[in-house]
Structure formats: C-alpha cells, structure tokens
C-alpha cells in the first residue's frame, strides 16, 4: 500500500534562510508525489508534481523537490524563505487502489512552516 | 483562486440534521472529488464522480453520499449528523482521472455541529 510520512510535524526557519520539509513514501511501484501548500483558512494550493520525468521537480514560489528512489524521498527545499511561506505543507502520493483501479491522493500529517523575521 | 467554487463557506448545524454541500469544479474538468479535513483524522479522500459517475470511495461513512449532476457541479449530503462530522470539506476537480492529473482544491467547507 502507498504511504507518505512528514518527519517533522513544525519546522521553524527564520527569514532569508533555507528551507527543508521531509517526506519519505512507501509505494510498490513509481508513484506520483505531491507537495501541496495550505495557507490559514484557505485551500489546498498545487507546489509542484513529480510524474517520473525529472527528478528535480520546480514548482512556484521557488520551492523545488527532489525525488531520490533509492532513500524513498521527496523533500521539498527552497533556498530562501519569505514572510509568506509560512503555512501547513501537505506531502502527498497519489495511491493505485486494486479494488477499483482508480488513483486517489494520500496525504501526509502535514509540516506547519513558521518562519521568523 | 484554483476556479473550484464551493457553498457555503460555513454551516452550523445540530446533531441529528442533513445538510448538502455544493461543488462547481473548473470549468472543462469531469472528475471530482471528495475530501475530510480534521484535527485527528488529517486530510481524507471521500469520493470521487467522473462525469456523473462515482468512480472510487474512501473512507466515506454510510451517512454520507454525493453525486455528480449533467452539468458537473457536485452535491455531498451528510445526514444523522454528530458532533464528529464537525470539519472542513473540501471539493477538488481535475480533467480526467488517473494519477497524473493534479488536483484542484476549492476553499472548503467549514461544518460545525452543535
């Protein structure tokens, strides 16, 4: 069965510097990942998709992830963080489900990002 | 804005009463989708219609159901309800369906039952 797993439940940065949210998977073949971000009191906003093309993935806002099949990882990095990244950060795997072969999105727990001035 | 458009932003309710929920997905997009926001359970996939079809279940309670209309816009009814069905319900949309097709969130529903 596909799983993800956010290692950390709250990471806090100050502003300016790198930023670092992990997430392991578990799949029996190559999945498709997701880094999807939630703002307070707003929906789920799309980062960037990983559908076994590169495995450096950009997304927007200068957030990139890379996915390394040998450690089962798609952590999502940016080099410098703003003010406004901070929000709840949602690692996500996109699950084959063998009783009606249909996809469905499995999220992990969540990474709260507080980012300090 | 993702052009998902959910109604009402809040609802408060008793236990014991039904209440529908509204989706209008973006426009071309044929799947959509289901999801339970809560502090214990996280983000969980309910249900899915593509193009007026349920085309796979979650973790969807037998109180809850949904469907999707001709004009793709999509209802979710929550009946018996209890003080555990308090959550943020969202809608997505995408395409088609399949895993490469990302998803595209609505601003939710916030249910709270009293």
């Known amino acids: 069965a596909q799983s993800v797993t956010q290692l950390d439940s709250h990471v806090s940065v100050s502003e300016g510097t790198p930023v670092l949210l992990r997430c392991n998977y578990s799949?029996?073949?190559?999945?498709?990942l997701f880094w999807y971000v939630q703002h307070p009191n707003k929906g789920l906003q799309l980062l960037l998709k990983?559908?076994?093309?590169?495995?450096l993935v950009k997304g927007i806002n200068g957030f990139e992830a890379e996915f390394k099949k040998s450690e089962t990882s798609f952590h999502l990095t940016k080099p410098s963080a703003h003010m406004s990244d901070a929000a709840e950060y949602f690692c996500?795997?996109?699950?084959?489900?063998?009783?009606?072969?249909?996809?469905?999105?499995?999220f992990g727990s969540g990474t709260r990002l507080l980012v300090r001035p | 804005d993702s052009g998902v458009t959910q109604t009402p932003k809040h609802l408060i309710t008793a236990t014991g009463q039904r209440v529908t929920l509204r989706c209008s997905p973006r426009?071309?997009?044929?799947?959509v989708y289901w999801y339970q926001q809560s502090l214990d359970q996280g983000l969980q996939f309910l249900i899915q219609y593509y193009n007026g079809e349920e085309r796979a279940k979650g973790n969807i309670l037998e109180r809850f159901s949904a469907q999707q209309f001709p004009d793709l816009h999509s209802e979710l009814n929550l009946s018996s309800l209890e003080l555990g069905d308090s959550a943020l319900y969202f809608c997505?949309?995408?395409?088609?369906?399949?895993?490469?097709?990302?998803?595209?969130f609505g601003p939710g529903t916030r249910l709270t039952v009293t």
């Open positions: 799949s029996s073949y190559s999945p498709s």
């Open positions: 426009s071309g997009d044929l799947s």
């Open positions: 990983y559908t076994s093309a590169a495995t």
């Open positions: 996500v795997v996109s699950a084959l489900s063998s009783m009606d072969s249909s996809y469905k999105l499995i």
């Open positions: 997505a949309s995408s395409p088609r369906t399949g895993d490469v097709y990302e998803q595209y």
